[in-house]
């Protein structure tokens, strides 16, 4: 029976770290100036259910965030509470763990959430690879500009996803 507990727990323990998932995120926070901004940032980053960790840094402004393995990730949820805190987000970058998502063209979907390349998928589509994540809440708006063609391109092909988000990503 021992053996049987030990082996179950080894079973569930690698299913749950070599499921496909954001492992972490660095976010440029526009508009912190003091450590209480920071602070009141961090505090609110911490009440989402998915995150393990987060390390603020005033003199960078970024915030970076370790996600608990095996609980889903959204990436809408984590900015909002930048929003929520009363800053902005100048740039969103996560690691997602690619195991054995298939590229539809350039997108794939990971639960409810769909994701699309703005840029040329890499040919080993396997490990970890660092996202930057293109829409006018992630973003600075003049950097948006640049890629505002090509998401309403995909979106007017595409059309709305009927449940999830849909985010657009650059390697």
Not at 10 to 27: E, I, K, N, T, W
Not at 30 to 36: H, K, Y
Not at 57 to 86: C, H, M, R, W
Request: a positive charge.
């Amino acid at each position: 029976m021992k053996r049987f507990l030990c082996s179950l727990f080894l079973l569930a323990y690698f299913s749950v770290s070599l499921q496909a998932q954001f492992v972490s995120a660095r976010l440029t926070i526009i508009g912190l100036t003091c450590s209480a901004c920071s602070f009141g940032t961090e505090r609110s980053l911490r009440q989402l259910p998915f995150v393990e960790d987060v390390k603020m840094d005033l003199n960078t402004n970024i915030a970076s965030v370790i996600f608990k393995a095996g609980i889903p990730v959204s990436i809408e949820q984590l900015v909002q509470k930048v929003y929520d805190a009363g800053f902005s987000v100048g740039q969103v970058m996560a690691v997602y763990h690619f195991t054995t998502e298939i590229l539809n063209g350039n997108a794939w979907q990971t639960g409810p959430d769909f994701y699309t390349l703005l840029n040329t998928a890499p040919a080993d589509l396997k490990g970890d690879k660092e996202l930057t994540f293109v829409a006018p809440k992630y973003m600075k708006k003049n950097e948006y500009k640049s890629y505002k063609p090509q998401v309403d391109a995909v979106n007017s092909l595409i059309g709305e996803s009927r449940s999830g988000h849909r985010y657009f990503v650059l390697w």
